[in-house]
Structures are given as structure tokens and as C-alpha cells.
């Protein structure tokens, strides 16, 4: 009897190893890995939608939807950032040290898009069919875009990044420096 017990004890066990190494348990499983990847695209993105900006997160919300590394100039101070509608737009404040202008960071911000874009910067819409701009619509020069004096810069231009196209926005006046950058579904 104590034999017979024994046998049904380690059949159980080898029954229940099975079914724990097969997912068993009544427990079902998924054949396919959407589910773990739509988590893992989630938890990459978590944190880095406009609507989630804030103090601690702005450069790398900025990077991830526009393509853009920003920081603080030398002597520049970050004051606010906020996403108006939390859907396609950005604004970024920053304070000038004493005696800077925006000019420069103005300069450094054309040329980073200008590089990252595939179109260059210019003023007018892309022809989407086309994937193409128009050659009076490519301003090739911060000087084409800045509309101010040494002193006060503003400047409007689009690039596009990701196949959407992004209006920026800076202007720098007296001691305040305002980044804006929209995206413009095609």
C-alpha cells in the first residue's frame, strides 16, 4: 500500500512539473509577442509625449518628438515649459544671462534642424506626393528667418522631422528666449 501511495505521489508530482514547465495551470498564454511589444513601445514612450512635459523632462520630450537636442546656453537660465494642448505643441521659456542675445542659440537652433531635415529648412509647405520643396521656399541662412536687430531676434522657419512637418518659433528679446515648435500633420 505505502508502495502504491508513493508511486501515485511521485506521478502527481511529474504531472504537476509538466504542466508548470508547459504554462499549464489553466493559465493561457499568448502565441504571439504584440502584447509584450505594445508595452515595451509604451513604457519607451511613457514620459516623452508632449502631454507629459514638464521641469525634469522637457530636453529629452523635445529630442523624442522633434529631433532636437536644446540646452541651456552658457549664462541662460530654463524658466517654463508647457505644451498648450498637450497634442502637437511646445513652449519652452528661458532667462538671457546679462549680456547675451539670442542670436547665437538662434544660429545653432537653424543649423540643428537644417541637418536633421531632409528637406532643409524653408518657409513654405512640403509638396507630400513629391517629397519635395520648392527651391524659394529653402532659406539656407539664420538671416533669411530673423526678422529683428542684433539685440532681439525673430525668427520663424519649418523642417520636418519623422515625415511631419514642424514650424518653429524663437524669438529672444530683451532677457526672455521663447522656443516654439508646432508639428503640422501633412
Known amino acids: 500500500m505505502t508502495r502504491v501511495k508513493f508511486k501515485n505521489s511521485v506521478i502527481a508530482l511529474a504531472i504537476g512539473l509538466f504542466a508548470v514547465s508547459c504554462g499549464g495551470g489553466g493559465s493561457k498564454q499568448s ?5 509584450t511589444e505594445t508595452k515595451t513601445e509604451k513604457a519607451a514612450t511613457k514620459g516623452t509625449e508632449l502631454k507629459d512635459v514638464d521641469e525634469k523632462n522637457w530636453q529629452s520630450v523635445v529630442k523624442a518628438n522633434f529631433g532636437i537636442d536644446i540646452a541651456v546656453p552658457a549664462g541662460w537660465t530654463f524658466k517654463s515649459v508647457k505644451s498648450p ?3 502637437n505643441n511646445i513652449i ?17 537652433l537653424f543649423e540643428a534642424t ?5 528637406h532643409g529648412n524653408y518657409k513654405g509647405k512640403v509638396d507630400w506626393e513629391a517629397e519635395t520643396v520648392s527651391a524659394s521656399d529653402v532659406v539656407n541662412n539664420f538671416s533669411e528667418v530673423d526678422a529683428f536687430t542684433d539685440s532681439d531676434v525673430s525668427a520663424t522657419w519649418n523642417f520636418t522631422f519623422n515625415s511631419k512637418m514642424i514650424m518653429v518659433n524663437f524669438a ?6 521663447e522656443y516654439a515648435f508646432t508639428i503640422n500633420e501633412r
Open 85 to 87: 494642448n498637450g497634442v
Open 31 to 35: 502565441s504571439g509577442s504584440a502584447t
Open 114 to 118: 537644417k541637418s536633421l531635415s531632409p
Open 172 to 177: 529672444a528679446m530683451g532677457n526672455v528666449a
Open 92 to 108: 519652452i521659456a528661458m532667462t538671457l544671462g546679462e549680456g547675451t542675445t539670442g542670436k547665437a542659440e538662434g544660429k545653432r
